[in-house]
């Protein structure tokens, strides 16, 4: 989930434009292999929190609505959560 959540905060956080996240800035913030980032990445565009987008040839990825919804709920139930001492 953490993971997830650095990816969806990057996507709306740390882009100067519209164009998206690359693949290579995602692998370098959230820290993972390439095999483990696509599969992830795959699995957020299917539930639509990402959105694929080509941009000057190149596949990139830029958070939706609906990712922004989730990002927020997460970010609410992490703090929630630190409240009682767990970590997540």
Do not use: P, W
């Amino acid at each position: 989930m953490k993971i997830i959540g650095d990816i969806l905060s990057t996507t709306r956080d740390d882009l100067q434009d519209d164009d998206g996240a690359s693949v290579t800035y995602l692998i370098r913030k959230a820290n993972i292999s390439h095999v483990r980032i696509s599969r992830i990445l795959s699995t957020l565009v299917s539930q639509g929190l990402l959105e694929q987008v080509n941009s000057q040839g190149a596949c990139k990825y830029r958070i939706s609505s609906s990712g922004r919804e989730f990002l927020q709920a997460y970010q609410t139930f992490s703090r929630f959560a630190e409240d009682f001492g767990l970590t997540i």
